[in-house]
């Protein structure tokens, strides 16, 4: 039977090997860098301004209304998906009014798209057409983006991305405002500013023109133009979105700019609670440093007990405790 440091030597040194492997290998199988999770939970935006103006698609006679207006962006990540890339989903819609005390949800709605495309898990990039379904009955389309939506780059940097302005079907500059913290986290802030666009230069599209009626009654061809200032607030870590902000100025004008009829007036936010569980959401993903540093460390004790294995199994310590 072989002595108890003997087997205890050996136990030493097998420990130490597996410690040494995971510290290893680990780092090709475990993502700890803040790439976009795939178990990620469904994430919802919402933005609500209790005094919108907008028009009504159910009855186009009543003009500009002043009525709340909400926003939702629904972000899910999907299947197919690998280490490096991801399928994402987003649902976007607007609504008028409260759900509870004005009408059915179709007599509400103003908007909604679906978007499917594909993006890169540590960037954020855009990697394929974005294929584009208007719940309102135009058929599904699709349009490329050099940039990226909702996803910013892990470790986020103090500078300008190209980010989606789902309006004008391209990505448009964010440019980097400041850094804060918030709750432990370094929160980066970034605005994009989109002045007078007008939206048919971008894509062809019945929305984006209109008949207009001049002073002296004559008509004219009318364009949708589009202002916005959009401001981000990203977990630098992660890159993931963790507060929104909009102030949406559209309306039809003639071909100088000059705005006849208002099509949507909207500034909103996200409220504390929803920021709050964003950045908690963030905070759950791995950090890439710490499980950087726990391997290092792995590895240091698995070579110290690789060691001390090797030592017992020579039988050193029993010939010390013998001298002795």
Do not use: C
């Given at each position: 039977?072989?002595?108890?440091?003997?087997?205890?030597?050996?136990?030493?040194?097998?420990?130490?090997?597996?410690?040494?492997?995971?510290?290893?290998?680990?780092?090709?199988?475990?993502?700890?860098?803040?790439?976009?999770?795939?178990?990620?939970?469904?994430?919802?935006?919402?933005?609500?301004?209790?005094?919108?103006?907008?028009?009504?698609?159910?009855?186009?006679?009543?003009?500009?209304?002043?009525?709340?207006?909400?926003?939702?962006?629904?972000?899910?990540?999907?299947?197919?998906?690998?280490?490096?890339?991801?399928?994402?989903?987003?649902?976007?819609?607007?609504?008028?009014?409260?759900?509870?005390?004005?009408?059915?949800?179709?007599?509400?709605?103003?908007?909604?798209?679906?978007?499917?495309?594909?993006?890169?898990?540590?960037?954020?990039?855009?990697?394929?057409?974005?294929?584009?379904?208007?719940?309102?009955?135009?058929?599904?389309?699709?349009?490329?983006?050099?940039?990226?939506?909702?996803?910013?780059?892990?470790?986020?940097?103090?500078?300008?991305?190209?980010?989606?302005?789902?309006?004008?079907?391209?990505?448009?500059?964010?440019?980097?405002?400041?850094?804060?913290?918030?709750?432990?986290?370094?929160?980066?802030?970034?605005?994009?500013?989109?002045?007078?666009?007008?939206?048919?230069?971008?894509?062809?599209?019945?929305?984006?023109?209109?008949?207009?009626?001049?002073?002296?009654?004559?008509?004219?061809?009318?364009?949708?133009?589009?202002?916005?200032?959009?401001?981000?607030?990203?977990?630098?870590?992660?890159?993931l979105l963790v507060d929104l902000a909009e102030n949406i100025n559209d309306y039809y004008g003639d071909r100088s700019g000059q705005k006849y009829e208002q099509k949507l007036l909207f500034d909103a936010?996200?409220?504390?609670?929803?920021?709050?569980?964003?950045?908690?959401?963030?905070?759950?993903?791995?950090?890439?440093?710490?499980?950087?540093?726990?391997?290092?460390?792995?590895?240091?004790?698995?070579?110290?007990?690789?060691?001390?294995?090797?030592?017992?199994?020579?039988?050193?310590?029993?010939?010390?405790?013998?001298?002795?």
């Open positions: 039977m072989l002595p108890k440091s003997r087997i205890i030597s050996a136990l030493l040194l097998g420990i130490g090997v597996a410690l040494v492997v995971w510290g290893l290998v680990a780092p090709r199988f475990v993502h700890a860098d803040g790439r976009l999770p795939l178990d990620l939970e469904a994430t919802t935006y919402v933005l609500h301004d209790a005094d919108a103006q907008t028009t009504i698609n159910s009855d186009p006679a009543a003009g500009v209304v002043t009525t709340p207006v909400t926003r939702q962006l629904h972000f899910e990540v999907m299947d197919p998906a690998s280490a490096e890339e991801a399928t994402i989903r987003i649902g976007d819609t607007y609504m008028r009014g409260n759900p509870d005390t004005q009408g059915f949800e179709q007599e509400r709605l103003l908007s909604a798209t679906v978007s499917s495309l594909r993006i890169d898990r540590l960037s954020g990039e855009v990697l394929s057409d974005i294929s584009l379904t208007n719940q309102l009955a135009s058929p599904t389309v699709e349009y490329s983006v050099d940039g990226i939506w909702l996803k910013f780059p892990t470790d986020a940097a103090a500078t300008t991305y190209n980010v989606l302005d789902p309006t004008l079907r391209k990505a448009m500059p964010a440019d980097f405002v400041e850094s804060t913290e918030l709750e432990g986290r370094q929160i980066m802030h970034y605005r994009q500013v989109i002045d007078n666009a007008n939206v048919a230069e971008s894509f062809a599209d019945s929305n984006n023109t209109t008949t207009l009626t001049k002073e002296d009654g004559g008509t004219t061809t009318g364009y949708l133009y589009h202002n916005v200032t959009r401001d981000f607030w990203v977990d630098q870590k992660t890159g936010s996200l409220d504390d609670a929803a920021v709050a569980a964003l950045v908690q959401q963030a905070a759950e993903i791995p950090d890439a440093e710490v499980i950087e540093t726990l391997n290092k460390v792995g590895i240091g004790v698995g070579a110290v007990l690789i060691l001390l294995g090797l030592l017992g199994s020579f039988g050193v310590f029993a010939k010390k405790r013998r001298k002795a």
